[in-house]
């Protein structure tokens, strides 16, 4: 019966020990993350932030850099296999809107979704593509 006792306990020491040890995704996913917050992403969002994005889900992720570009209070959704204006629709109406479109459709197809704010932009992707992937959206969003 004693020793019945203590291989249970062993038992149960490993497969807690075994729990702690982070997976293989979660060693990525906290890599990209660390190379994100190097590159001066903010990663995450609020509950409000989240309602603003129609494709946001649980298996993507929000990236938030600061706004550099002349571009304010546009918003963007992947339709198929586009980037496509959501809102403000007027801007279709403006002079620009053939130059922002252009910009736009230069982005990596990797981004689900991009919002302009005045002070940052924020972004919809899937964080599993890696490091390699954000690096070519930031520098396809910084060119615009």
Do not use: C
Not at 43 to 69: C, D, E, H, M
Not at 84 to 95: G, H, M, N, V
Not at 130 to 140: D, V
């Amino acid at each position: 019966m004693e020793s019945f006792i203590v291989v249970f306990v062993i038992i149960f020491l490993i497969g807690a020990i075994s729990f702690l040890k982070p997976s293989k995704k979660m060693k990525a996913l906290s890599q990209v993350r660390m190379a994100a917050a190097k590159e001066g992403f903010k990663i995450g969002s609020t509950n409000q932030l989240r309602k603003k994005f129609k494709n946001w889900s649980p298996q993507v992720a929000i990236y938030q850099f600061k706004n550099l570009s002349e571009y304010k209070n546009l918003h963007y959704i992947k339709i198929e296999k586009t980037l496509e204006l959501y809102d403000p629709i007027s801007i279709k109406y403006e002079k620009n809107f053939e130059i922002i479109e252009k910009k736009i459709s230069k982005l990596p197809s990797s981004i689900l979704e991009i919002i302009f704010y005045q002070s940052n932009i924020a972004i919809v992707w899937n964080e599993m593509l890696g490091t390699e992937e954000l690096l070519k959206i930031k520098e396809a969003i910084i060119k615009i």
